[in-house]
């Protein structure tokens, strides 16, 4: 195996380290897995229109992302149980994005809790929260992010129940024996059991809270001070609601394609959140970034940043925190080159009119010059 050169390239190589059921696990999205493909797929019907003859010579990638100074517009995805891919997990990724000046979501199910997660040293974090049935659970949970020193909450809203991941059912998924969900564990919630299909399926049956809907945002609002992100929105009419129930950003998201199969690509639903927000809260996406470019093409639909999930767990197990590094810092350097190629200075010099996409209308009206007439 040569040396790493794209973000890619981590997944065959944590394919032949990890156990078939943990791969499986990180990998597989929902059903056919259509929405799956689609999500990278999407971003290769998006072409640039490069700008030319411009002072390249200083890129700044900085951005402020609620309120916090951070060295680009690339952050980490809540992604669960990252002890299953290597045994420093979720201390290895905090490391990682600290070293990049960047910002790292804690996912609810991780490996590692609140307070070790903190302990590692300074840096920019967010929580991602599941909301269970046990309000109780959810209040200590949140008010232990907000003392660990966390600075929002991005609450998943796309998961009711668990959607079909076929690997899972088949491998009969569940969290090896050594791991617990450390931010549960002193609940009787930290273990999941066998189960005859996914574990994890059975486990969110059991303990996520169906019922939950938009006066539960609100609630939130009154038990915490801390900024919440809603993590799964794909729609116009959401995005509304959203910032109507005082959300302080959206996350475009269909959870990795694990959930509904054959919703759109996040790159594909993004235009529309970001028209209906009408800049009135940011708007972040996820799912199928795995280069420079594709960080450019959802600014210049109008994100203020992007989240990335599986490059991060496939890092983890090739190489640990040193592949985390690797990851963001490849996606950095690929990144400040399409933009000095594409004749942008500063992030807000990436414009609308740097694209091109599939959907888009041809941008002339009149009709071509036809040299025999």
């Not at 940011?282 to 999930?309: M, Q």
Request: overall charge positive.
């Amino acid at each position: 195996m040569g040396e790493v050169t794209n973000v890619s390239e981590y997944e065959a190589i944590a394919k032949q380290k990890l156990p078939k059921m943990v791969f499986d696990y990180y990998a597989s999205g929902a059903e056919d897995q259509w929405t799956l493909q689609e999500n990278r797929n999407a971003f290769s019907r998006i072409l640039f229109r490069p700008r030319i003859l411009i002072d390249v010579s200083k890129i700044d990638m900085s951005t402020t992302v609620l309120g916090f100074k951070i060295s680009m517009p690339i952050m980490i995805a809540p992604t669960a149980m990252q002890k299953m891919a290597h045994p420093e997990g979720e201390y290895a990724t905090a490391r990682a994005a600290s070293a990049a000046g960047t910002i790292m979501t804690l996912s609810s199910w991780a490996t590692s809790s609140v307070e070790e997660v903190a302990s590692t040293g300074p840096g920019i974090r967010f929580f991602q929260l599941y909301v269970y049935k046990d309000r109780n659970v959810v209040a200590q949970l949140v008010r232990r992010a907000e003392r660990a020193g966390f600075k929002a909450i991005a609450l998943t809203v796309d998961t009711p129940r668990l959607g079909r991941r076929e690997a899972d059912i088949k491998n009969r998924f569940t969290l090896p024996p050594f791991l617990t969900l450390k931010n549960f564990e002193g609940l009787d919630l930290g273990k999941m059991d066998q189960a005859d299909d996914s574990g994890l399926a059975s486990y969110v049956a059991g303990q996520i809270d169906r019922t939950l809907s938009w006066k539960d945002v609100k609630w939130l609002q009154t038990i915490t001070k801390l900024p919440i992100l809603v993590k799964g929105v794909l729609t116009a009419e959401d995005t509304r609601i959203a910032v109507q129930s005082g959300a302080a950003g959206i996350i475009v998201s269909n959870h990795g394609a694990r959930q509904l199969d054959y919703v759109p690509a996040t790159i594909s639903a993004l235009e529309e959140v970001v028209k209906a927000a009408q800049g009135r809260v940011p708007v972040f996406l996820d799912g199928g970034v795995r280069r420079g470019t594709d960080v450019f093409k959802a600014l210049a639909l109008g994100a203020s940043g992007i989240f990335i999930g599986r490059p991060v767990v496939f890092s983890l197990a090739a190489e640990g925190e040193a592949g985390v590094r690797k990851v963001l810092q490849m996606l950095r350097d690929e990144f400040e080159l399409t933009m000095a190629l594409s004749g942008c200075r500063s992030l807000k010099e990436i414009s609308r009119d740097h694209i091109v996409a599939d959907w888009d209308t041809p941008r002339t009206q009149q009709p071509r010059y036809n040299p025999r007439l």
